[in-house]
Nanobody, 125 residues
């Protein structure tokens, strides 16, 4: 059974930091593009960041998180991470990890075949 499990969410004050982790099981994701998405209450799911397959250092970020968030991966651990700094109340959302078998880094949620259940991030003002 293929699973992506996120962890690391929680409640943090504005300006604080959190590090989200996503660990995969059931198959090897080292050759997949890995991404993070988020969904706030009443809003559509939106792209946050993605990282290229394998040992690629190619990354893409949403403009709203550029300079504050950093995506990374550890293929040996079948894991991807999202370091979030300078958090803002508008970052409050459920964050989802996803995997895509596309060759290039993509921001389109429809390109991702595997999804985790999400972890909640709440930023208080």
């Amino acid at each position: 059974q293929v699973q992506l499990v996120e962890s690391g969410g929680g409640l943090v004050q504005a300006g604080g930091s959190l590090r989200l982790s996503c660990t995969a099981s059931g198959r090897t994701f080292s050759s997949d593009v890995m991404g993070w998405f988020r969904q706030a209450p009443g809003k559509e799911r939106e792209f946050v960041a993605a990282i290229g397959r394998g040992s690629s250092s190619s990354t893409v970020y949403a403009d709203s998180v550029k300079g504050r968030f950093t995506i990374s991966r550890d293929n040996a651990k079948n894991s991807v991470y999202l370091q979030m700094n300078s958090l803002k109340p508008e970052d409050t959302a459920a964050f989802y990890c996803a995997a895509s078998q596309r060759f290039f880094v993509v921001a389109d949620a429809n390109a991702y075949e595997y999804w985790g259940q999400g972890t909640q991030v709440t930023v208080s003002s």
